[in-house]
């Protein structure tokens, strides 16, 4: 019975969504009506129907916010990265999105200071100094500056009330959205809209506890310092509950601020490839990275050493990565800047992204025919949207299928790139993208590495020869063999490491 509510729920949850984009003239605006053809201008003009008088009020962004900022967390999160793509949708579109990164109605700071209290189980006072009114406030949770008792400032990020629920209703909402896609829609099929759903669903259970965020939030720190692309603030950890998080002050200016690109001196450039090779470097050299990284969760900090230097926050959504993965997207990556179009045909292969009864060789093609017009070309020169036509015609016609381990990555590459744009238009991914993919490359792939990994694997076996379980008596001629095979291992092991050092 509780399920058949659940699913109840969820559907008049979905449609009354859909009402609401209707109501205020989001779901077909008026605006698009010169970019549809005629059978879809008739369709959008009964659809506008609906429209009530905040249809006919503002710019579609606007409305489309609004309507975002209702529906509650998911459609917040949709708005975020919609955001980051003014390429596709167009700045003013984009810019009217962008308050529903930081800038939603806060709750008083007086019901924040008291779930502060209980999680932490003791009283303000205790731990801080001064507790300030909401700096900004976002889908799940606000942040409130503070002073510790040592004088120190940093961040409190508290969960709103409630916020529980409401998740968990949006996450029952998109779980039946992926389930009719898939029921109903079969072009959709492909997609794995229920993978689809439960990755995002398992991503968000994940940020209602900021005990995991305060985790990541210190391995990404440590991850980042080993490059210097970026960095993020300490996390204060008798400040750490389930619903409250306290980190070092982010030093800088939130990258959402539109003065802060026109500040004067201030190197775009630098700035748009840091970020791109943060991510990289995260991805493939640590195999976990920011899985949010949109205009709200970076700051700016002009007084960094050496120049303007990127800070990262709110840490909530993780992506990791195995190290097969980390090896296939290094090698797609390495093979673009080489523009070896047989070899990223042959990973694609090997990975499973593309069924095996495929022609190597046609993908290969079709990859050239995607890859060849963007090559070495600014990001304001290449049409993003023409692009993502171009990659969803051809993963369609080579049947890929969308793998849930990797939701976390694209969704992230996506944004990663837009936020890029925004930075520097004159932005050449594939030249930010090159020093951190080589260094992979050559660590990961080179013969050097890969006899290093022999000479590893041969430890392993000579330690389990070393100390086997008792064995059952054995004839003497048996017993001879097991020990030539225990000097022939030996041998091959103390071989890979003599190569394996003279080859560093």
Same mark, same amino acid.
């Given at each position: 019975? #509780?399920?058949?509510?659940?699913?109840?729920?969820?559907?008049?949850?979905?449609? #009354?969504?859909? $009402?609401?984009?209707?109501?205020?003239?989001?779901?077909?605006?008026? *605006?698009?009506?010169?970019?549809?053809?005629?059978?879809?201008?008739?369709?959008?003009?009964?659809?506008?129907?609906?429209?009530?008088?905040?249809?006919?009020?503002?710019?579609?962004?606007?409305?489309?916010? #609004?309507?975002?900022?209702?529906?509650?967390?998911?459609?917040?999160?949709?708005?975020?990265?919609?955001?980051?793509?003014?390429?596709?949708?167009?700045?003013?579109?984009?810019?009217?999105?962008?308050?529903?990164? %930081?800038?939603?109605? @806060?709750?008083?700071?007086?019901?924040?200071?008291?779930?502060?209290?209980?999680?932490?189980?003791?009283?303000?006072?205790?731990?801080?100094?001064?507790? %300030?009114?909401?700096?900004?406030?976002?889908?799940?949770?606000?942040?409130?500056?503070?002073?510790?008792?040592?004088?120190?400032?940093?961040?409190?990020?508290?969960?709103?009330?409630?916020?529980?629920?409401?998740?968990?209703?949006?996450?029952?909402?998109?779980?039946?959205?992926?389930?009719?896609? *898939?029921?109903?829609?079969?072009?959709?099929?492909?997609?794995?809209?229920?993978?689809?759903a439960a990755t995002i669903a398992r991503a968000l259970r994940l940020e209602l506890d900021l005990r995991f965020e305060a985790a990541g939030a210190?391995?990404?720190?440590?991850?980042?310092?080993?490059?210097?692309?970026? +960095?993020?603030? /300490?996390?204060?950890?008798?400040?750490? =509950?389930?619903?409250?998080?306290?980190?070092?002050?982010?030093?800088?200016?939130?990258?959402?601020?539109?003065?802060?690109?026109?500040?004067?001196?201030?190197?775009?450039?630098?700035?748009?490839?840091?970020?791109?090779? =943060?991510?990289?470097a995260q991805a493939l050299d640590h195999g976990v990275f920011h899985a949010d990284p949109h205009e709200g969760n970076l700051f700016v900090d002009?007084?960094?050493?050496?120049?303007?230097?990127?800070?990262?926050?709110?840490?909530?959504?993780?992506?990791?990565?195995?190290?097969?993965?980390?090896?296939?997207?290094?090698?797609?990556? $390495?093979?673009?800047?080489?523009?070896?179009?047989?070899?990223?045909?042959?990973?694609?292969?090997?990975?499973g992204y593309v069924p095996a009864h495929h022609d190597r060789a046609a993908f290969a093609q079709a990859l050239r025919a995607v890859g060849e017009?963007?090559?070495?070309?600014?990001?304001?020169?290449?049409?993003?949207?023409?692009?993502?036509?171009?990659?969803?015609?051809?993963?369609?016609?080579? *049947?890929?299928?969308?793998?849930?381990?990797?939701?976390?990555?694209?969704?992230?590459?996506?944004?990663?790139?837009?936020?890029?744009?925004?930075?520097?238009?004159?932005? %050449?991914?594939?030249? =930010?993208? *090159?020093?951190?993919?080589?260094? $992979?490359?050559?660590?990961?792939?080179? @013969?050097?590495?890969?006899?290093?990994?022999?000479?590893?694997? /041969?430890?392993?076996?000579?330690?389990?020869?070393?100390?086997?379980?008792?064995?059952?008596?054995?004839?003497?001629?048996?017993?001879?063999? +097991?020990?030539? #095979?225990?000097?022939?291992? =030996?041998? +091959?092991?103390?071989?890979?490491?003599?190569?394996?050092?003279?080859?560093?």
């Amino acid at each position: 019975m #509780g399920d058949l509510n659940g699913g109840v729920s969820a559907g008049l949850r979905l449609v #009354g969504a859909a $009402w609401s984009l209707a109501r205020a003239d989001a779901l077909a605006p008026r *605006e698009i009506d010169p970019l549809l053809p005629p059978w879809a201008r008739v369709l959008a003009r009964l659809v506008r129907l609906a429209a009530g008088r905040a249809g006919r009020i503002g710019r579609p962004g606007e409305r489309l916010a #609004g309507v975002l900022e209702r529906q509650g967390p998911v459609a917040i999160k949709l708005g975020q990265f919609l955001s980051t793509r003014a390429d596709i949708l167009g700045a003013p579109f984009a810019d009217d999105l962008a308050r529903l990164k %930081d800038r939603l109605a @806060p709750f008083p700071a007086a019901l924040a200071a008291a779930e502060v209290e209980r999680s932490l189980g003791r009283p303000l006072a205790s731990l801080f100094a001064t507790f %300030d009114e909401a700096l900004g406030a976002a889908s799940l949770a606000q942040v409130h500056g503070a002073t510790l008792a040592d004088g120190r400032r940093v961040a409190v990020k508290v969960l709103r009330p409630g916020i529980e629920a409401r998740v968990a209703a949006d996450i029952d909402a998109l779980t039946l959205a992926g389930a009719l896609a *898939e029921t109903f829609v079969p072009a959709a099929r492909r997609l794995e809209p229920r993978a689809f759903a439960a990755t995002i669903a398992r991503a968000l259970r994940l940020e209602l506890d900021l005990r995991f965020e305060a985790a990541g939030a210190d391995e990404l720190r440590e991850a980042m310092a080993a490059d210097g692309y970026m +960095t993020a603030p /300490a996390v204060i950890w008798p400040g750490v =509950a389930r619903r409250v998080l306290t980190l070092e002050w982010a030093r800088g200016e939130a990258l959402s601020d539109p003065g802060v690109l026109a500040r004067p001196g201030l190197d775009r450039p630098r700035l748009a490839a840091d970020l791109i090779r =943060a991510f990289l470097a995260q991805a493939l050299d640590h195999g976990v990275f920011h899985a949010d990284p949109h205009e709200g969760n970076l700051f700016v900090d002009f007084g960094a050493a050496g120049g303007a230097r990127l800070v990262a926050v709110d840490f909530g959504i993780l992506g990791r990565m195995g190290p097969d993965e980390r090896r296939y997207l290094a090698e797609i990556l $390495w093979g673009f800047l080489r523009r070896d179009y047989p070899r990223i045909a042959a990973v694609h292969f090997e990975a499973g992204y593309v069924p095996a009864h495929h022609d190597r060789a046609a993908f290969a093609q079709a990859l050239r025919a995607v890859g060849e017009p963007i090559f070495g070309r600014a990001a304001a020169e290449v049409s993003m949207d023409r692009l993502l036509t171009q990659l969803f015609e051809v993963t369609a016609l080579f *049947e890929m299928r969308l793998r849930p381990e990797l939701v976390l990555l694209q969704k992230t590459m996506v944004t990663v790139e837009g936020v890029g744009r925004r930075i520097d238009p004159g932005l %050449d991914i594939w030249a =930010a993208a *090159e020093p951190v993919v080589r260094r $992979w490359i050559l660590r990961e792939l080179s @013969p050097a590495s890969r006899l290093r990994d022999l000479a590893a694997r /041969a430890g392993a076996v000579i330690e389990r020869l070393a100390a086997p379980p008792p064995p059952p008596p054995i004839i003497p001629a048996a017993r001879a063999v +097991t020990a030539a #095979g225990f000097a022939l291992g =030996a041998l +091959t092991a103390a071989l890979a490491f003599a190569l394996a050092a003279a080859l560093r």
